[in-house]
């Protein structure tokens, strides 16, 4: 069982970048889905979350109106739209796996329970 993100990398400011978390050994349709990040010396922050229905997104504060969370069944993977980036978007990221569908919106990362690798992702100025 595990989450495999990919599709990091270098985009300019105001640019976009899509990154993706493939699951395996889980359907994504079961479970409420989420992405954190991480910048160098901070604490991982949530991101975004998708329903186990996939009938509700909520996103965090700084990135509501520039990403967007979606999730492709037939490909069991959930992905992050990222528009209008900016520097301050410089971070690892991270999927997470909610097995227990529980409180929702969940934005605390230790409610989550399974959690791929980060993919970089780096916005320059």
């Known amino acids: 069982v595990q989450l495999q993100a990919f599709g990091g990398g270098w985009v300019p400011a105001g640019g976009s970048l899509r990154v993706s978390c493939a699951a395996s050994g889980l359907t994504v349709s079961s479970y409420n889905m989420g992405w954190f990040r991480q910048a160098p010396g901070k604490e991982r922050e949530f991101v975004a979350a998708?329903?186990?229905?996939?009938?509700?997104?909520y996103y965090g504060d700084s990135v509501k109106g520039r990403f967007t969370i979606s999730r492709d069944n037939t490909e069991n993977t959930v992905s992050l739209q990222m528009n209008v980036l900016k520097p301050e978007d410089t971070a690892d990221y991270y999927c997470a796996a909610d097995f227990h569908r529980g409180l929702w919106p969940q934005t605390q990362r230790d409610a989550y329970d399974l959690w791929g690798q980060g993919t970089q992702v780096t916005v320059s100025s």
């Open positions: 998708i329903r186990w229905a996939g009938d509700n997104t």
